[in-house]
């Protein structure tokens, strides 16, 4: 079956401009989370959502950043008037079951860089 | 204090030689997981393997093995006759249960370098 996909996998775009970001789950997982990841450093985490809901939001480093899922399924994480330090990639998992055990499941994730 | 922590920023190991990647995690719920993953170069996640805070045995998946020691709120990440694909950047992660739901925490992962 398919994966977790991401689009677009690249994606450059100018200070001060919006991006979205797409992740498309897999099909029947509840768990949806996002996270950034700098240039060999770990994955830093943004947002969970269960279902259509987003019970954890701390992880949003500004409030440029939003996100948001519908159907249960795909998801969009849009940063607002981007700037440099945004630049990193985004990777966007998905999970069956919620807690423990659930395993994540990566998708390849969105390389953004802003000029 | 670091809810994950690797102290091992990089590994050496020869081929066929096993090798531990250590993991220490901090938390106060008495029902969480713990999580291997792999990223090559080519940046993909992969899952390795799981260990649940009321598991008895040490988890394994092939030539991966988790040796658990709850006292020591240590995870460590064995794996046996390493290849030259292992190399890679290896992170743990723990699930545990925040304000009613699950919060993913990651290390900030060892990188590993199997020798031919």
């Known amino acids: 079956g398919a994966g977790v996909s991401q689009s677009p996998s690249n994606k450059v775009t100018e200070k001060g401009k919006d991006v979205e970001l797409r992740c498309d789950p897999i099909s029947g997982h509840t768990a949806l989370y996002w996270y950034r990841q700098s240039l060999g450093q770990g994955l830093e985490f943004l947002i969970y959502?269960?279902?259509?809901?987003?019970?954890?939001k701390s992880g949003l480093p500004s409030d440029r950043f939003s996100a948001e899922r519908t159907g249960g399924s795909v998801s969009t994480l849009t940063i607002q008037r981007t700037q440099q330090e945004d630049s990193a990639v985004y990777l966007c998992?998905?999970?069956?079951?919620?807690?423990?055990?659930?395993?994540?499941?990566f998708g390849p994730g969105t390389r953004l860089t802003v000029t | 204090a670091q809810k994950i922590t690797q102290t091992q920023p990089g590994m050496f190991v020869q081929e066929k030689e096993a090798v531990t990647l250590d993991c220490t995690y901090d938390?106060?719920?008495?029902?969480?997981?713990l999580f291997w993953y792999k990223q090559p170069s080519s940046g993909e996640m992969i899952f390795l393997i799981y260990q649940g805070s009321y598991d008895q045995q040490n988890a394994t998946e092939g030539r991966y093995s988790l040796n658990f020691q709850k006292a020591r709120k240590s995870a460590n990440l064995v794996i046996s006759a390493s290849q030259l694909g292992d190399s890679a950047m290896y992170f743990c992660?723990?699930?545990?249960?925040?304000?009613?739901?699950?919060?993913?925490?990651f290390g900030t992962g060892t990188k590993l370098q199997v020798i031919p």
């Open positions: 998992a998905s999970s069956l079951v919620e807690g423990q055990g659930g395993e994540q499941y």
């Open positions: 938390t106060s719920d008495p029902s969480y997981g």
């Open positions: 992660a723990m699930s545990e249960n925040s304000g009613g739901y699950q919060k993913v925490t």
């Open positions: 959502f269960q279902g259509n809901s987003a019970p954890d």
